[in-house]
């Protein structure tokens, strides 16, 4: 899945729940998608929180085949900043 592709899933996402504040997937080498109310836009700007996660693992995790609390207690994402934004991921996807 492209970043495009997993753009429009979380720009649909947000249409229905916009964040109050933003997010960023940083995804190393691959890029970065920031998140802030209904908008996503390829930048890596800082946001109040950043998940680190691999472009795969991102496309699964807005697919709905990966577990957003799982992933976290198996390393395969690592959050930084406000964790109650975070927390409203499981609500988006």
């Known amino acids: 899945m492209t970043f495009d592709e997993i753009a ?12 109050d504040k933003t997010l960023s997937f940083d995804c190393g080498e691959d890029g970065a998608l920031r998140l802030d109310g209904t908008t996503v ?3 890596v700007a800082p946001a109040d929180c950043t998940i680190r996660i ?4 991102l496309s699964k995790l807005v697919q ?3 577990n957003p609390m799982t992933a976290f207690a198996m390393g395969k994402l690592k959050v930084s900043g406000d964790m109650s934004v975070a927390m409203k991921l499981g609500q988006l996807l």
């Open 8 to 19: 429009d899933l979380l720009r649909k996402g947000l249409a229905h729940k916009p964040l």
């Open 41 to 43: 836009e390829h930048s």
């Open 54 to 57: 691999s472009h795969d693992n």
């Open 64 to 66: 709905g085949n990966l």
